[in-house]
């Protein structure tokens, strides 16, 4: 009779575990670490003096689908109200976002990280956004805040370990990829993630915002379906500031319309490709943070990426061609700040070199430079010239997502370790 009194009473503490997939444990910035509250217990003394916020009411799932891409609140971790503190933070420090599971199934796997279980998903990219408080972050709507992409993960060239891929074979999403996923690459880093907080930023008060977007589960006429986004929002005060300020960008409910390239994005009718998802990533990021890795590049701002062809894009600043050119010979752009490497570099800002022929001045505004000495017309962004380079355009392609469900917590003050126990095997089974 108490057996199984104290069976029930277990069983009735760990719904919230059941459906669990996992959350944020901790974030390190600039080599201090801030532990994130807990998703699953709200009696943890992980949820007193955080600076993350908690970002979901107790009675929903610890995760986003398509059909909250729309909800400013949720989207920006407003839902359940700001953290208690403030993170310090410099420009350009390294973020360290350590993520773990809430199940133990890639244990096996042999990738450790810093909570109790790996993470659990290695199909989907991995976002990092920031967007200014205007104040104090701890009192802001971070509803009304408007983000700016800083750097962006996708489906990169490759293959992952056979640890993991062997592991992922036990759990209803096998790995489906002809390349290495940014959650895969979570996984085999020990579950972290590193992102950089932008060169130059003006001192005060900032938000940054982690999201996993997990794909394994595409979207059907069932509204629990597809892409699963984890989202994690970090109150940070930036001190010895630069001169940069940060524009506002998008609001979080706009990141992603519904019916999307991420909402319908199908991992296993596309196991090659992925587009990149959300606004283009900001030009003053450049240099500071990840930019997509084995996608077709974003080029960023109004200037133009090359792929090989002429440069068509525009220029900044007077443009003279010097001498016979742009078909091999020495190639100087003065002016340019970053490089072009063939085609699949996005142009962060607009500043690129000229690789394949002598051009002085900042670049090609429309023209092509043929053997001759023909000086180009100036406007007001700097452009690089690749040989004979054609601009691509502003935008490019690079993958989305799809997910499966996964429900959350109760309220409670403590759980017994038969309920962990008992949540461990019904966990299992719902993965």
Request: with cysteine.
């Amino acid at each position: 009779m108490v057996s199984s009194l104290l069976s029930l009473v277990a069983v009735a503490l760990v719904p919230s575990f059941v459906s669990a997939h996992g959350q944020l444990r901790k974030v390190t910035i600039g080599g201090t670490s801030y532990d994130a509250p807990d998703l699953y217990f709200d009696g943890s003394p992980r949820n007193g003096n955080t600076p993350v916020r908690k970002g979901y009411k107790a009675d929903s799932p610890s995760y986003l689908l398509p059909g909250d891409f729309s909800n400013d609140n949720k989207m920006a971790c407003q839902e359940a109200g700001a953290a208690p503190a403030v993170a310090s933070a410099n420009p350009g420090d390294t973020v360290v976002w350590s993520w773990e599971g809430a199940t133990p199934e890639l244990t096996n796997a042999g990738f450790p990280g810093d909570g109790q279980y790996s993470w659990v998903h290695a199909m989907g990219p991995i976002m990092t956004y920031i967007g200014s408080c205007n104040g104090d972050c701890k009192s802001v709507d971070a509803s009304q805040i408007g983000w700016q992409k800083i750097d962006f993960k996708g489906l990169a060239p490759g293959g992952i370990t056979d640890q993991l891929k062997n592991a992922m074979q036990n759990k209803p999403e096998p790995y489906q990829s002809q390349g290495s996923w940014a959650l895969a690459e979570l996984i085999e880093s020990n579950s972290q993630y590193q992102s950089h907080i932008p060169q130059g930023l003006k001192s005060g008060q900032y938000m940054l915002r982690s999201e996993l977007s997990a794909v394994h589960n595409p979207k059907n006429d069932n509204p629990t379906t597809g892409p699963q986004n984890y989202v994690a929002c970090l109150q940070i005060e930036i001190k010895n500031g630069g001169n940069v300020e940060l524009p506002y960008g998008t609001k979080a409910g706009s990141l992603y319309p519904t019916n999307g390239d991420l909402a319908n994005y199908n991992v296993f009718n596309s196991p090659a490709s992925f587009p990149e998802v959300g606004p283009a990533q900001w030009d003053g990021a450049s240099g500071s943070s990840t930019s997509n890795q084995g996608n077709t590049q974003q080029n960023q701002g109004n200037d133009n990426s090359n792929n090989g062809q002429g440069n068509q894009g525009q220029s900044s600043g007077d443009n003279t061609n010097t001498g016979n050119t742009n078909q091999g010979g020495d190639n100087s752009n003065q002016g340019g700040d970053s490089s072009n490497q063939g085609g699949d570099n996005s142009n962060q800002g607009g500043d690129n070199s000229n690789q394949g022929g002598y051009n002085t001045g900042d670049s090609n505004n429309g023209q092509q430079n043929q053997d001759g000495g023909n000086s180009d017309s100036s406007t007001d962004a700097t452009n690089a010239n690749q040989g004979q380079n054609q601009d691509s355009g502003n935008s490019s392609s690079t993958p989305p997502s799809s997910g499966k469900t996964c429900r959350r917590r109760t309220k409670r003050s403590s759980v017994p370790k038969v309920a962990r126990s008992l949540h461990m095997a019904r966990a299992k089974r719902h993965h």
